[in-house]
């Protein structure tokens, strides 16, 4: 296998296929986008992929990390190249039952290392920070209305504000559990008429009382539990009624000291969130796509404390019960000094766009150049496919 | 929005219970240049640091050697930030050894009770625009609880470094703020050792040595992108690495054994010379000679007076009063004042004043939670609020102080706080402020708040309201309260 792992190769994991083979178009499958649902990760802080996704196999490995190799003994390999990390106990499962596929030596076109900046790359999706005002998730939403028989998607955040990625034209939601106590019926009533006159008041209104309606069972008072928020979401994603677009953030992934302790953490959290979120969306897995991404990798070698800087080229997961998962798709830089980015990080070799245009356009029938195009403006890469099962 | 309105909302913090409104907006405006106290008795105790982060420390560090099956105990720092009623923090307690819950309990009832002595300044204010001041300036060098032993820091941070510079020298407010032992503990520097300094050689030799030994270049990385020259400033990788080595020897005094050469510094930071990487440095082509201390004090400056400082500044600034997207001849205004006065921020805020774009009829903002919570207590009248209910609230509005998710602070724009659940949220806080608050002539008191500029419709829904109260919890969640 190892023989295969020069630079410009594809790694495939179980099924060793290049990712040309792969590209089988699926319009003609999809089913109406109504009957889809997509869940996307934003892991802020820069999550260190080569923590997520561990490169054992990679001669250069112990060099640069030489003191976490034994946290990656017994975990759950693909392609005995690239080993799991030990928090991602329920992900290794989905790993191995094919519905998880790892991305690595990703980046988005950001080239510079500020988190705030390359948040809002991402979450835009223009090409430079700050080009853009709405972001890509809010564009897919104005996307799935526009197509055939298309009605507009009910799109959500889990959190307190919007986040970027879901701001723009398109009405979306935001909620998060509060520990206050309830307005009297009364009270909300002449709040809704204050608010008549005032469409952006009046809109936010409406949009409140509709998704704190659809949580009414919630007992739990903050966001602070990951796994609790994954079933949270997925029960936010039931019924006619339900978001079929939502958002969830995580933060913790900004590890520049004592890496070890605080990025298992994080990644117990993720995994948490995630094994929770297919528990709850049940038979609905099946039609789900779920994306987990960061706004850049971190440095390759460990810094002067213990931790890692802020780097180029990351990892992203794509998950979901048609998912054609258990594989890494990557363009393996290699992590000789010659081959790290500006001589310390992970080159970037893959555009993120590529693997979040489509697979979102596989994921809801959309033709691929026209969805990287409208959600990811100005890239002169193309859409990648074969995510999913055909 | 008239004058008056303008003074009061756009301006300040909105108008205090009992206060009549202004007739000279702008004369308003200048005496509270005047009236503001940068060290008034409420805080006189807690505007220094307080020198407990080592023994923070070093007590994490012996529960770590101790109990490894404890878990992380930064992990558990985290939760004992937490301001829920019903938070992990009793049962993450409860396994605790006593001395390290005692010191948790503490931090977290200081940090609480500075928060508390913030809100209630702005709330009482007779200058809150040079409260809002404060509080732009503290965002702008945002510090945050969550490592262990900040929660001692962030009130003092706030109180002793940002506080007493608001209308004095931007230079003197920067080397305070980024040298302050909070900052130090928020960006990793405490724990930043030169690679060729004493202490770097020594442990580079030593290879079984757990724990720091180089470079950190996090605080160095944001004092050039978030602080000084902002993120297109023409600064380089080399740049950054070249401060964050200019900055080494730079920590909280009392932790590890190299505390012991430690001294001391005016800010309650300390300067350990043996972990300071020798020779000079050059930083945006300019070069500093080999020094100790003074090396990152010499570089601060330099960039406190750069021309990129004087835009990133200047943009900020015009953003938090004259709307997301600023027009540019403010921006340029308020740049060439800055570099004219050299960041004289007294002058600076009259500049702001006399400026015409901030008068626009507007509204030309939508409140922060922060920004709500305290107009809606000053309007309100409500007698003092207790310290944990000051900091529930503002977490369950969305913008606790101390809490923003990044260095850069909370976001300064209406897409950020103009959301379905936030605007709940102030609706219930709305009501149960107004059930403890004196509820007479709710109208008149709507008319001095915004004067000849409250809304038909809105007075129309305030004269029928069931009750005074009722009145009061419209009046706080009104159009007009929600923007300024």
Known sequence: ?390 | MSRASIALNRFGYGLAYGERPPEDARRYLLRQLDDFDPAPAAIAARSVSRGKTGETLRLLRSLRAKVPEMGDPAMTDQRMTDSAPQSPRAATLAGLPPEYRQQLTEARRVMIDDLAARTNLAIASPAPLVERLVHFWGNHFSVSVGKPGTQFEVGPHEFGAIRPHVLGRFSDMLKAAVLHPAMLLYLDQFQSIGPASTAGQRRGRRTEVQGPRGINENLAREILELHTLGVNGGYNQADITELARALTGWTVPGIGPIGRFAAAQPSGAAFVALAHEPGARTILGRRYAAGGPEQALAVLDDLAAHPATARHIATKLARHFAGDTPPESLVARLEGDFRMSGGDLASLTRTLIEAPEVWLPGPLKFRSPFEWFIAAARLSGIERLEPQRIARVLGELGQAPWRAPSPAGYDDLAASWAAPDLLLRRVEVAESIAQASPAEDIVARADAAFPAALSESTRTMLKRAESGRQALALLLVAPEMMRR
């Open chain 1, 1 to 390: 296998m190892l023989t295969l792992l020069n630079r410009r190769t594809l790694i495939a994991g179980s099924l060793a296929l290049g990712v040309g083979t792969l590209a089988l178009p699926r319009i003609a499958l999809a089913q109406a986008s109504g009957t889809r649902n997509l869940l996307f990760v934003l892991l802020r802080g820069a999550a260190d992929g080569m923590a997520m996704l561990a490169p054992v196999g990679d001669p250069g490995f112990e060099a640069l990390r030489g003191a976490t190799l034994a946290d990656y003994e017994n975990t759950p390999r693909i392609s005995s190249f690239f080993a799991l990390h030990p928090a991602f106990v329920e992900i290794g499962k989905a790993t191995q039952a094919g519905e998880a596929l790892f991305i690595h030596a990703a980046a988005t076109a950001y080239r510079e290392r500020s988190h705030f900046d390359g948040q809002n790359l991402l979450e835009t999706g223009g090409t430079a920070p700050y080009a853009s005002k709405d972001g890509w998730l809010n564009r897919l939403v104005g996307l799935l209305a526009e197509s055939p028989r298309g009605e507009v998607p009910r799109a959500l955040a889990l959190a307190q504000q919007v986040p970027l990625a879901l701001r723009g034209e398109a009405p979306v939601s935001s909620y998060a559990p509060s520990a206050l106590p309830d307005p009297s019926a009364d009270f909300m009533a002449r709040v809704a008429a204050l608010y008549e006159g005032d469409a952006e008041l009046a809109g936010l209104w409406s949009r409140a009382l509709e998704t704190r309606a659809m949580a009414g069972n919630d007992k739990r008072n903050s966001l602070r539990d990951a796994g609790a928020n994954g079933a949270l979401v997925a029960s936010l994603m039931q019924g006619p009624q339900g978001a079929r677009i939502a958002m969830v953030e995580l933060g913790g992934w900004d590890t520049h000291a004592n890496q070890r302790g605080a990025f298992a953490r994080s990644a117990r959290q993720l995994d948490a969130l995630l094994a929770a979120y297919k528990a709850g969306m049940g038979e609905q897995w099946a039609q789900t796509l779920v994306l987990v991404a960061t706004e850049f990798g971190r440095t390759a070698k460990l810094n002067g404390t213990n931790g890692t800087d802020h780097g180029t080229g990351g990892a992203a997961l794509v998950l979901g019960g048609g998912v054609r998962g258990g594989r890494v798709l990557a363009d393996w830089p290699g992590l000789a000094e010659s081959r790290l980015y500006e001589g310390r990080d992970l080159a970037p070799t893959m555009a993120l766009e590529s693997v979040l245009a489509g697979a979102v356009a596989e994921h809801f029938g959309l033709d691929p150049a026209a969805t990287l195009a409208r959600l990811f403006p100005g890239r002169k890469g193309k859409p990648l496919s074969g995510f999913m099962r055909a």
